[in-house]
């Protein structure tokens, strides 16, 4: 299957700093990405559509000046927590579907995100 | 509202049993994928149902799409440690990879040696 790079892996970082998490597609072109976000034993929450060239879509509930989508290349997103609290810490995963009907989606091996 | 009503939640076999999870929705669905999650990993792929009443085989997994595309089961036969995981299943509402998928809150399975 198609192979999609999440990365940092990890990270630890001081409240009030900003983070930023990557997502490359390795083998195919995504012109659309989509960030996830999943608490602790629960399922994954879109947080946001990331369309490449132009502004992301977010989720009810989903504070766009909180979390920065950039989607600059066709094989590139990144996710931006600013200003983060320790409400943010969270598993962050993204996706990608490889485009065409009935694609599945592939998806990051998510970043742990722990704020302190 | 959950889209996507997954059930059980929770799973704790012994190794040999059967087991199916189901996943439920109201909505018609372009596509349902099922997904494998291991600890601090992203989801794995296991399956794309896209034709009501279609099933699919892998291995000891058998899948199944319902009729109108509403509904979709994960049998597992002979269940082994290795199982064990959390199992998602996702929804696409529409085709053409520009929309994200809706999950169930997902099956936490354990398999008991």
């Known amino acids: 299957g198609a192979v999609v790079s999440q990365h940092p892996s990890w990270v630890i970082c001081k409240s009030g700093t900003s983070v930023k998490i990557e997502c490359r597609s390795l083998d195919f072109q995504a012109t659309t990405m989509f960030w996830y976000r999943q608490f602790p034993k629960q399922s994954l929450m879109l947080m946001a559509t990331s369309n490449e060239g132009s502004k992301a879509t977010y989720e009810q509930g989903v504070e766009k000046d909180k979390f920065l989508i950039n989607h600059a290349s066709l094989t590139l997103s990144t996710l931006t927590v600013t200003s983060a609290h320790p409400e943010d810490s969270s598993f962050y995963i993204c996706?990608?579907?490889?485009?065409?009907?009935?694609?599945?989606?592939?998806f990051g091996q998510g970043t742990r995100l722990t704020v302190v | 509202t959950q889209l996507l009503e997954q059930s059980p939640q929770f799973l704790s076999i012994q190794e040999g049993e059967n087991l199916t999870v189901y996943c439920n929705s109201s909505?018609?669905?372009?596509?349902l994928q099922w997904y494998r999650q291991e600890p601090g990993e992203g989801p794995v792929l296991l399956v794309t149902?896209?034709?009501?009443?279609e099933v699919k085989k892998l291995k000891r997994l058998t899948f199944q799409f319902g009729d109108a595309r509403k509904d979709s089961s994960l049998h597992i036969t002979a269940a082994q440690p290795g199982d064990t995981g959390l199992y998602l299943c996702?929804?696409?509402?529409?085709?053409?990879?520009?929309?994200?998928?809706?999950f169930g809150k997902g099956t936490h399975l354990i398999i008991q040696p």
């Open positions: 909505s018609v669905f372009s596509s």
């Open positions: 996702a929804g696409a509402m529409s085709g053409g990879g520009a929309d994200g998928l809706t």
């Open positions: 149902v896209v034709t009501g009443g």
């Open positions: 996706s990608a579907r490889t485009g065409g009907w009935h694609t599945e989606a592939f």
